[in-house]
């Protein structure tokens, strides 16, 4: 069957013949004479060809939905490159956001940690302070016995020189 002669999938009326359509009915019948040239009669020859004719109209006709046209095609691409820089933004803010964050918590450590070694500075000084009046303290005490022990050692010495006078 050619394709002038195919049923509409809608069941509507075929559409004028267009040019296409009329140069595959031409083919059509050039094959059928082919094959009946080479000894088919023709009905087998036009059974073939009308079949063959189908199956690559139904093939073309699935080929021809799968197909995206170039505008269909243009408008999904612009459609995701819009997307496309609609998600770049975002996560531009977001990095943004997420690195302003880092800085200010950043900001955060450094002033506490510059707070903690404030803190221990004054800690290690107060204790070195601590430290350094205790040795005083120590150091006045030895000197204390020190100077006792020489008194009494003195006494002593005296003592024995009196007393064996």
Known sequence: MSTSMQQHPHNEAPPSPSWLQLLVAENERH?????EAQGLPPNQAYIIISTLTTFLNTNLDHLTQSVVSKSA???????????????????????????????????KL????????????SKFNRE??????????????????????????????????????
């Open 128 to 165: 070195i302070i601590e430290v350094e009046a205790g040795l005083k303290a120590a150091k006045f005490e030895i000197m204390k016995y020190c100077v006792g022990t020489f008194v009494s050692a003195g006494s002593i010495c005296l003592a024995f020189v009196l007393f064996w006078k």
């Open 31 to 35: 094959q059928v004479r082919r094959l």
């Open 73 to 107: 095609f243009n408008e999904f691409m612009a459609k995701q490159n819009s997307d496309l820089s609609q998600f770049k933004l975002v996560m531009k803010h977001m990095q943004d956001g997420h690195f302003n964050s880092v800085v200010r918590k950043n900001e």
């Open 110 to 121: 450094e002033r506490d940690f510059k707070k903690l070694v404030i803190k221990l500075t």
